[in-house]
């Protein structure tokens, strides 16, 4: 899918690619079987291949059924959603996991019904440790009780270990390969650390980062 509007899901709704958003959301919730999935993670092998611009129509798409998402940018190394919807990045999950806020007050509400978004706020030093927190495990049951989905994007899998630590928190993990670009042998690879790292993965989107 290749996306000059990178919020297509809300600008242009009756479009091809909003339609093959509203697929891949339909095709998440019947992966789940026996379960709804409420804390996904979506992610890639490698950099560059869409999973923010991902994440984000998914989340838009998934409000245009009544549910209230929350999209967490859990890349803590080199976030992008705050660019993505415009949002100022001062405070976030690195600023709520040091203590300096806390969820109610870093949530930004988007112009988009049912969806707000926590940035990364400032890159910390120690981003790994963060991620597999005691807090970090809190906020995430707090997220549960506040939202019907929370979708985290994080670094990509072979990059840094930060991917492997939130994935086993959340329940279901996306990987989204671009079409083209992602080597055989990466997707391979990321499928097999993340199932090592006990997470489950649920499915991947084909993109067309560029």
Not at 157 to 167: F, G, N, P, S
């Amino acid at each position: 899918m290749v996306i000059d509007n990178p919020l297509v899901t809300f600008n242009q709704p009756a479009s091809k690619i909003s339609e093959q958003y509203r697929t891949i959301r339909t095709n998440l919730k019947f992966s789940s079987f026996d379960q709804y999935h409420k804390t996904l993670l979506i992610t890639s092998p490698v950099g560059g291949e869409g999973k923010s611009i991902t994440i984000a129509n998914l989340g838009i798409s998934m409000t245009q059924q009544g549910q209230r998402v929350l999209i967490v940018d859990a890349n803590l190394r080199n976030p992008n959603l705050h660019h993505i919807f415009k949002m100022d990045n001062s405070l976030g999950l690195s600023s709520i996991l040091t203590g300096r806020s806390v969820l109610e007050g870093t949530v930004s509400q988007t112009d988009i019904s049912k969806l707000e978004v926590l940035t990364s706020g400032p890159i910390p030093h120690n981003p790994t440790e963060l991620l597999g927190s005691h807090s970090m495990r809190k906020l995430i049951n707090k997220m549960i009780e506040n939202y019907d989905v929370i979708l985290f994007d994080s670094a990509p899998v072979l990059e840094v270990a930060d991917t492997t630590v939130i994935a086993n928190q959340c329940e279901a993990v996306v990987l989204v390969l671009d079409y083209g670009h992602t080597e055989n042998q990466d997707a391979i690879e990321a499928k097999r650390v993340l199932e090592f790292a006990n997470a489950k993965v649920v499915g991947a989107v084909i993109n067309k980062a560029g």
